[in-house]
């Protein structure tokens, strides 16, 4: 059973960072993809950056410059460096896998940024 963990969450004042990390555990092979997602109060969830089985990222229009998203393969985890963080981004934000077909979830970590 494939289980995603993720940490690293708080709260922020504006301008400051974070980091958020997943650690994803159960999974058999390294032929995954891995994103960060974000669903703030009354909103749907988004899509904040995400990187596949070859490393090749993509990043919300909202976060590019700002943040960025890596993955150790060898350690099946998934980090997501934030800086510059704005009110905006207050929001939960959860881990996503994809592997043969099939989605997976963490539970998510709520990152509040103050202004």
């Known amino acids: 059973q494939v289980q995603l963990v993720e940490s690293g969450g708080g709260l922020v004042q504006a301008g400051g960072s974070l980091t958020l990390s997943c650690v994803a555990s159960?999974?058999?092979?390294?032929?995954?993809?891995m994103g960060w997602y974000r669903q703030a109060p009354g909103q749907v969830r988004e899509l904040v950056a995400t990187v596949s089985e070859g490393d090749h990222t993509v990043y919300a229009d909202s976060v590019k410059g700002r943040w960025t998203i890596s993955r150790d393969s060898a350690k099946n985890t998934l980090n997501l460096q934030m800086g510059s963080l704005k009110p905006e981004d207050t929001a939960v934000y959860y881990c996503r896998l994809r592997n043969h077909g099939f989605i997976y979830w963490g539970r998510g970590t709520q990152v509040t940024v103050s202004s």
């Open positions: 159960g999974i058999n092979d390294n032929r995954y993809d």
